[in-house]
Structures are given as structure tokens and as C-alpha cells.
Nanobody, 118 residues
């Protein structure tokens, strides 16, 4: 069992930066890939970025070059550093942790709001 706690969202001006953190608790050794989705109301869910247990990273084209995902040495916290934020980045971001058992055991954060506006 894995629980995820998100932090770091909020309001930022266009062109600004923000850092999202996702702390995992519970059965840390069972976690494989961790990352972030985002989904605005009524819109398609988008995979923003992920990082594997071996620190391989991947980014959506919409955030590539602006967002950086990283993981601590204990593999318990994943961080999404964002720069050059745009109004279209405004939405709710959800942390996820894939479980080694399979997709039915994926853990999800509650969601954290990011608003990019002047």
C-alpha cells in the first residue's frame, strides 16, 4: 500500500516558476515509475512527466524544455520543477506511483491546483 501527498501548487504569473512535490509513504519498495498527470475539467487527461526506478525520464511535448522531474535518493519523493509557465498550464496536477504488481495497484494523489495568471 502506497499513499501520496502532494504539495507546492498555487498561483504564479506567466513566465514564472513553480515546484510540485509528491511524497510517498507506505510500501516504498513496491513503487516502480512515478510521475504527474494533469487534467482540466472536461478535458482529456495528459501525462506530464514520469521518472522510472532507474531515473529515466519522459516529458509531454507541451512541457518539454520547461519542466524537470526528479526523484530523491530514497525514491520516496518526486519533484516537478516548472519554469516559463503559461496560462495553458493551469489545471489540477495529480501525482501517481505505479506499483510493481500492476496497473490495478497504481497510487494517486488527491490533486493539486496550479494557476498561471497575471
Amino acid at each position: 500500500q502506497v499513499q501520496l501527498a502532494e504539495s507546492g501548487g498555487g498561483l504564479v504569473q506567466p513566465g514564472g516558476s513553480l515546484r510540485l512535490s509528491c511524497a510517498a509513504a507506505g510500501s516504498i519498495s513496491s513503487i516502480a515509475t512515478m510521475g504527474w498527470y494533469r487534467q482540466a475539467p472536461g478535458k482529456q487527461r495528459e501525462l506530464v512527466a514520469f521518472i522510472t526506478a532507474t531515473d529515466t525520464t519522459n516529458y509531454a511535448d507541451s512541457v518539454k524544455g520547461r519542466f524537470t522531474i526528479s526523484r530523491d535518493n530514497a525514491k520516496s519523493t518526486v519533484t516537478l520543477q516548472s519554469i516559463s509557465l503559461k496560462p495553458e498550464d493551469t489545471t489540477v496536477y495529480y501525482c501517481f506511483a505505479d506499483h510493481k504488481r500492476g496497473p490495478d495497484y497504481t497510487a494517486w494523489g488527491q490533486g493539486i491546483q496550479v494557476t498561471v495568471s497575471s
